[in-house]
């Protein structure tokens, strides 16, 4: 049996402040299917949401 990818609401990545600025898609994320560069405001708050792709990003070293 083949395990469900998860939907784009679904995904999560863990960043640092060594990856500030924060933008999506990241280095390394497959070009196919990538959407316009976005810089995400991370810092306030600790999370951010892609608008494009839904990917949740979370800070974790605040």
């Known amino acids: 049996m083949t395990q ?3 939907t784009a609401r679904e995904r999560r ?3 640092s402040r060594a990856d500030l600025p924060l933008h999506c898609p ?4 497959s070009l196919w299917d ?4 976005v810089y995400l405001p991370i810092e306030a708050t600790g999370e951010a949401r892609c608008p494009y792709c ?3 990003y979370v800070l974790k070293d605040r």
């Open 4 to 6: 469900a990818q998860p």
């Open 13 to 15: 990545q863990e960043v």
């Open 26 to 29: 990241l280095p390394g994320m």
């Open 34 to 37: 990538s959407h316009p560069r």
């Open 54 to 56: 839904g990917t949740l």
